[in-house]
């Protein structure tokens, strides 16, 4: 079964006891990394942590200090992909690093370079996948904003009502919201030729990152073209690198032809 590893930077982000109760029954391993001076723990949130058993490890940094903690986690995430690697089973496995500091992305590029899923989160519920509960102050704030009272004169009124021109982005921004969800963010997103093209310039020159797997080909086509195609498009990226004889299928394995 997958499993996603959750690593948290305890000195940066602080998780709280209903951060906790998020973390499913099984598919989740959980790391807390903590610094030398962090010797006290909440008391709903340690309690919160008793039911994990084995699925939660705490990791104490003997040294404080800049970036001391930050290379624990490194290293630990390195040993668990060289396990991981070693035992043929790239992709099926996730990582997930819980910090608001982004000296981490780099190291999670190369990890995701590797053929592996891995991001970084602000939240360990955002890492669980309800960023949605992280943070519902936005809507909320807008209510605030919103007038308490029609103007008062004449001009006041003339000066605060929409003009045609105002309500131009507004109807662009409905009928933006009626797009697809795999629609590509940007305009200038790759077509399915220039983006085939990028993957095998990438097997070409790592050709230890080349995924094994079907299931894993997809999932880290997904994650090293995130912004560049459309979701959708992972599908037609395969089918380009398989017309190409760049790769083929045997079964779910993937089998490489060799590149020059």
Not at 69 to 86: K, P, T, W
Not at 98 to 110: C, E, W
Not at 231 to 244: I, K, Q, S, T
Request: glycine share 6%; proline share 7%; aromatic share 4%.
């Amino acid at each position: 079964m997958p499993i996603k590893h959750i690593l948290v930077d305890f000195e940066n982000t602080q998780p709280q006891a209903g951060d906790v109760a998020l973390v499913p029954e099984s598919g989740v391993k959980l790391w807390i990394f903590r610094g030398p001076s962090q010797k006290k723990y909440d008391a709903e949130f340690a309690e919160a942590l008793l039911p994990l058993g084995s699925r939660v490890a705490i990791v104490k940094c003997e040294k404080s200090g800049r970036n001391a903690l930050d290379m624990h986690i490194a290293f630990q995430m390195g040993r668990l992909v060289g396990e991981l690697a070693r035992a043929g089973a790239p992709a099926e496995t996730a990582f997930v690093v819980v910090s608001r500091d982004t000296d981490y992305d780099p190291l999670l590029a190369h990890v995701r370079a590797q053929g592996f899923e891995a991001d970084r989160a602000t939240s360990l519920a955002a890492a669980l996948g309800a960023a949605a509960a992280d943070k519902p102050v936005p809507a909320k704030a807008a209510k605030a904003k919103a007038p308490t009272a029609a103007p008062k004169t004449r001009a006041a009124a003339k000066a605060a009502a929409p003009t045609k021109a105002t309500k131009a982005p507004a109807k662009a921004g409905k009928d933006a919201a009626k797009a697809p969800a795999s629609a590509p963010a940007a305009a200038g997103a790759l077509p399915i030729e220039a983006a085939a093209e990028k993957i095998v310039e990438h097997f070409r020159d790592h050709p230890r990152s080349r995924p094994a797997r079907r299931a894993a080909l997809e999932k880290w086509l997904a994650s090293h073209l995130r912004g560049r195609i459309a979701e959708g498009d992972v599908a037609a990226v395969v089918a380009e690198l398989e017309r190409r004889g760049v790769l083929s299928f045997n079964g779910t394995k993937v089998e490489y032809a060799a590149m020059t």
